[in-house]
DNA sequence: ACTTTAAACGGACTTCGGTCCGGTTGGACC
DNA sequence: GGTCCAACCGGACCGAAGTCCGTTTAAAGT
């Protein structure tokens, strides 16, 4: 990972100023050359397919290269490294759940009140994870990258916009973060599998946060 | 890894049913042959001391193995793997800050009112994070491992059995969770380093949270 | 002191992530 | 079509984590 300027995953979802109000989903990517992009997605299908086969803990990025019939330095030209890769393959499976709560019917999507949407948020999110939980926790071996992952990003904003416009009063970036933990793969994992918590409990604890941390007063 | 019960860091500190009361530092551990015990204390020296020399992310276990006299495969037994060893190290610089909660003077120890001690308790807990940030995301490899560390487990009923007492209503196990979160070495490392946000906004959303939270209405 | 055994030891070995660099090629511009 | 170059390709190579297993030893019992 000595490249210039790797292109990773892809950018967007909340490029600009702080204030940028209009949200889009992370699927954007810098224009590949026609032979590195018919890669790319090869390289993708191998791998969804191998990680299928042996979960994604075991997916070693030499299997991948080969069973996607290139070799293993391409796969780290074009994903950086092992996360950056899962990373891919999560973005992917994101695209759903983006279009759910940015463009999506009520009440995730813009046709409901804020506060809301946030209580729809919670539970969808929640699923979401739980669902590709495997991934998720794979491609988390540095805790400070997912705060650098678009899709994270733009959760993060997304949650803040809400609270703003539920009018929320106290450090709504903050709050965001707060809330999103309460999400947060790991924990919810540890939660229902590990000590075998209902999920019906911490989706109800997801409703009671944002009924503490939404109070207008 | 394969051992059949590898002695790793040390349990205690949350034993037995969850009512437990008394609350004990993370400290002991299951008695070893005078030998392994003198390795033990060397390696943990060897390793502190490469550490402050070339960084956490730097440490080879190999390394430590030479600086301690000691063959490789030592350090694994006693440590199971390398975050276990950076867990240990870590466990051993968290005495002070357990002691200062658990019976120190007040507000953060037991002679203040809990809801006192859980204010004073959440910019201590992100000073001294702040402190060995270094080593606590080195030592975060594994997302789920988190719950299972002693000293985390320890905060975590601390924290909870304090929002009882405080009278908090609601689910207080996942109020703990989420207080906890607030003060998670990586959001304030990312809030403060990355971002550049004031560590006085993190604490006070450590109080405005906790204010929200604690709430016996 | 002697035997015994579970535990500890060490270092060769395997596996995998990540790097490097010489060779190849898509595609823009003439 | 020809030239050119930035981007791409591949696989040898490196470093470090973790495993294995034959050898050594602390220490408990007799």
Known sequence: MTGPIPPLVTTSGTQGGPTDLTLTPTGERPALRADAARNRTRLLEAASHLMSECGAANLTMEAVATAAGVGKGTVFRRFGDRTGLLIALLDHREQQLQA?????????????????????????????????????????????????????????????????????????????????AAADTALVHHLTVERGMPLDRVEAGWHELLDRLARTS
């Open 100 to 180: 759910a709560f940015l463009s999506g019917p009520p009440p995730l999507g813009p046709d409901a009140p804020a506060l809301e949407r946030l209580h729809a948020f919670g539970p969808a999110l929640i699923r979401h994870e739980r669902d590709h939980h495997e991934l998720i926790l794979a491609a988390r071996t540095d805790p400070l990258r997912n705060y650098t992952v678009p899709a994270n990003r733009l959760r993060h904003t997304h949650v803040k916009l809400l609270l703003r416009q539920a009018g929320a009063k106290g450090d709504t970036d903050l709050l965001a973060h707060t809330l999103l």
